[in-house]
């Protein structure tokens, strides 16, 4: 199979973009764990919580790529031109 | 195009040969300079008359040495601006002049340049090796103790500033440095600078800071490239805010993967941040700190987080505190997108933060009509919108209405509060903000993180909530409340005293029940609709 086959299987995509739902609503609650421990001064759960919140950003990263919606934006493609600004009108 | 300056005019308005005179060389023919890239007017004498004087027409055009690329540039340009009268609008030929060290320029006084294109404009570049605190800047912030004098600032028009950061091994690099209350900067480019790009600062060299206001400098039509501080960057070193009341506006930088940040300011009571474009920097697009009447609008920031060392890091960072109580921010028709290359393992990114971050005992903001498109995949806790009141005491007013998030952001909206935000939130979109609240039998709920989530509260019950907790919202603010029941089903729910006829949870299997309440606070009470 190829991946083109993989990402255009309903199924899967349907699978993998369940699991990016989730694991937001996980990573929604480790950002508020993390700011309300932050605000308290609790450090020990900040560096807890940051390890959940690397594996929750790992397991989305895969999630998407699953789903086919990874990846880099199309941006940023004209500002190396500043280095070359063009005369004033 | 080339300038022509037309005679002043006379009390009866017909021009007399004397106006004429006042502007022609010695042979009656009338002053003129060609600048065929550059739209700026400029009043200048050729060679023949140099240092003329013109006060009748209230101006004073001093040409200042042509440069050399050479060692020599520095003593000459200094010496030139030293001889020059009070008042002089000096003008620099085109061309790299190459310094070894600081030139200052007196104050009052105006420098133009011959346009701020990198090959064929006027370029200030520091020396290799001479590792200066900066390229070009006013004289006062060489030798002022601490108080530069009303009325005296120095305007800059159309040139270049290169830091040579790439030949550079000390000091602190910054390119023009300037302090002058209502100083005006146009159309500079800021480049290839260790420190700061253009930096206005309410301290001398030696970190002195000044006692006397320095506001309403506007920096206008610049651009920035390559800058490993800030591109533009207040520096505030008063702690009572003397750089104040500035505006940064139609401003384009590329940080080049460099520069830590675009658009910086130390103390944005009263600035005006609008239509600027901020590309590629490491750690934060716009960092507005200390707001008091900050308004934030139509800017455009494209890549930011990418700092080696992982930290917060935002597109638009604004933060409260700092003794201005009261703070306001209009944050408005702003674009952000995130990281163009991956940060380092646990970044946490946000598109817009607004924060209360030290003693402020009420602010108040507002973020509307932005369009936040995240990057998907990042490795790193993305938010697009953090409102956060970290202070002890303050009280933070908040309306966040009419913004577009994309999906590719983990969090869509985060609230965070020590003690008080009062958050009126609607009609965003792009994203699901439904906080799906992981089972406790004491649950307390934050009536603004109610509304963060589009005034949506949901729990799935696999045990008995015992008691709950909900403080007082807003007056009128809705919360609908979701219980599911898990497979087992009968799982109970003590509501809390200050609920009006809530109705036990549907006790089915898998039953969902849901709830609407409205927030009284006449009787300070969550009603049921």
Known sequence: ?89 | MADFILPGATAHGAVLATDLALISDNVGNINRIPYPTERTYHLTVPESTKNADHTSLGLVDWILPKPTGTSADYAAFQASLNAAPSGARYFAPQGIYTFTSIPGVPAPSEVHGAGKNPTTGTVFRMANGANLDAVLCDAGWLSLSGSPPAGAAVNYYDFVVDGNRTNQTSGAGHGLVTFGQGATIERIDARNTIGDGIRPSSGTQAGVAMTTSCNEIKVRWCTGFNCGGSAIHFAEFNTSAKLTDGFVNDCVINGNSNGDYGIRIDGAAGHVVSRNHVYAVKKSSYALYRFFGIRCTDNYGEGFGIHATPGTYCCFDLEAGGGLDGGMATISGNQAIGPITAPASGTILYGIAVQASSAVTEASCTITSNILRGRAGVGALSTAILIHNASSSSTFNVVEAHNVIDSAWDVPILIGLLTTVNLASTFNTGQARLVNTTFSATPTILPARVEAAGGLWTMTLTGNVTSMTMTAGRDGQRATFIFTQDATGSRTVAWPASFVNPAAPTSTANAVTAQTFVYVAAISKWVKT
């Open chain 1, 1 to 89: 199979m190829s991946n083109d086959d993989e990402v255009t299987d309903p199924a899967a995509v349907a699978a993998a973009m369940q699991r990016i739902a989730d694991e937001k609503q996980v990573a929604n609650e480790l950002a508020h764990r993390r700011l309300d421990a932050a605000d308290a001064g609790d450090t020990d759960t900040v560096a807890a919580v940051d390890v959940e919140i690397a594996e929750c950003a790992s397991r989305l990263a895969a999630a998407r790529e699953a789903a086919g919606v990874s990846g880099l934006p199309v941006v940023g493609t004209h500002y190396p031109r500043m280095n070359e600004i063009p005369p004033d009108p």
